[in-house]
């Protein structure tokens, strides 16, 4: 599993737009995380959970299957939380001048490898 956290970092590092990631659980917990120094990355991390689960109960009280993806759009970046299968997320923020939908088919590709493997 931390082989595969690390690696999945690797992957999300390697995406020029990519300014800070992490591989979280459903649970809230760092697997795996590039982030600057001193960025407080467990509450990031535990936020982020917070959001797709939050998500997931809106969506199954409209009878709508659980969200794959949930967009967080502010002046100076995006935040992108996408779910790994059943058991994990990744976060990325993203720089505010990315084309959007090339870094959610990047990520949505990762997610898909990974949910594989976990």
């Not at 797709?52 to 939380?81: E, K, M, Y």
């Amino acid at each position: 599993m931390e082989e595969n956290a690390l690696q999945c970092i690797d992957e999300l590092r390697s995406i020029p737009e990519v300014v800070a990631c992490a591989l979280v659980s459903c649970e809230g917990t760092v697997m795996g995380k590039y982030f600057r120094e001193g960025s407080p990355s467990s509450l990031f991390a535990a936020m982020c959970a917070t959001v797709l689960a939050s998500a997931d109960a809106a969506c199954s009280s409209l009878h709508i299957q659980r969200p794959s993806l949930v967009t967080i759009a502010a002046a100076d970046a995006t935040i992108l939380i996408m779910a790994v299968g059943e058991a994990a997320l990744i976060t990325a923020v993203i720089d505010k001048s990315a084309d959007l939908p090339t870094v959610q088919r990047r990520l949505s590709s990762i997610a898909v490898r990974i949910g594989g493997e976990m």
